[in-house]
Structures are given as structure tokens and as C-alpha cells.
């Protein structure tokens, strides 16, 4: 299953921000948890935020991806989207596999 992204160029440099099923354990392991986004907005949004980089920009800097934060606009459709994008990888772990030969009963 082809995961969502969400692409965007800051200062000349392409970003392309997605998840994956290890990035979703890599920041669960970091203390992450989706409900977080609502129960503690000011780290759960910061933490969402920043472990989208994980996938393709595992290595830029938290302080550069404060600035690309602040930069961007209508940071609640961001956060919406990055939420549904998380949300992703663990919604496909649940699916019914349609091959009768690899279901297990």
C-alpha cells in the first residue's frame, strides 16, 4: 500500500514528509501516541510534526524543522493531514488480507 505524502520546498530544499510502520514504532517509542495531538497539543503537535521527517530526512536537525514549522500556513489543515497520514500505516496492519492462501484461521 502506497503510503500518502506530503511534499513541500523551504529554502530551496525539497521535503517530502510521510509514515511508515517502523517510523509509527520509532516514535511510539519515543512516547508518541495520536491522542496526543489533542490531550497535549504543545508536544504532541511538535512530536507529530517532527517524526514526519523520519522516513525520508531522518537527519535534519529539530531546529530546522521548528523553522519549516513556523513557516508553514494553516497549521491546522498540517496537522490533519499529518494525523491521517500517521494514522496510515496502522490502519493497513489491521486490514483483512484478500489472498485465501495466506489467511490463517
Keep these: 500500500m502506497a503510503m500518502k505524502e506530503l511534499s ?8 517530502t514528509l510521510s509514515f511508515t510502520r ?6 511510539e517509542q519515543l512516547g ?6 489533542t490531550s497535549q497539543p504543545a508536544r504532541g503537535i511538535q512530536m507529530l510534526f517532527r517524526g514526519a521527517f ?6 535534519v536537525k529539530d531546529d530546522l524543522k521548528d523553522r519549516i514549522f513556523d513557516s508553514i500556513k494553516n497549521k491546522q489543515e498540517l496537522i490533519q493531514n499529518l494525523l491521517i497520514m500517521y494514522l496510515e500505516p496502522i490502519n493497513a496492519m ?12
Design 32 to 37: 508518541f501516541s495520536s491522542d496526543m495531538v
Design 8 to 15: 513541500f520546498t523551504f529554502e530551496g530544499a525539497k521535503y
Design 94 to 105: 489491521l486490514e483483512e488480507s484478500e489472498d485465501d492462501e495466506k489467511n490463517v484461521e
Design 54 to 59: 523520519l522516513a525520508n530526512h531522518r537527519f
Design 22 to 27: 517502523k517510523t509509527v514504532q520509532q516514535m
